[in-house]
């Protein structure tokens, strides 16, 4: 069975930091490809940032490019987001998925960690 385990989230103040982590278990991690994606309340899933395979190729929404920074580790089997310079609009549940881009109306696998950013 698959399991994704977020965790990591948060209260913190606008320009604050976070780092997420997504445990993982029942798949084989460094084949595939991983993503963080976010929910606002009352809107959709929102794709954040992807990672391919061996960690060497990046992307990001322009919404986050230059302020969180996705990374893993193949022999812990976990994924990670470093979120910097935070918003208020980063405020959000976010989630990790085995998937390079999630679809909008993909339901997460994992429950999630909060991340509030507030003064």
């Known amino acids: 069975e698959v399991r994704l385990a977020e965790s990591g989230g948060g209260l913190v103040q606008p320009g604050g930091s976070l780092r997420l982590s997504c445990a993982t278990s029942g798949f084989t991690f460094d084949f595939y490809d991983m993503s963080w994606a976010r929910q606002a309340p009352g809107k959709g899933l929102e794709w954040v940032a992807s990672i391919t395979t061996t960690g060497s190729t990046t992307h990001y929404a322009d919404s986050v490019k230059g302020r969180f920074t996705i990374s893993r580790d193949n022999a812990m089997k976990t994924l990670y987001l470093q979120l910097n310079s935070l918003k208020t609009e980063d405020t959000a549940m976010y989630y990790c998925?085995?998937?390079?881009?999630?679809?909008?109306?993909?339901?997460?696998r994992g429950q999630g960690t909060q991340v509030t950013v507030s003064s």
């Open positions: 998925a085995n998937v390079l881009r999630p679809s909008p109306t993909m339901t997460p």
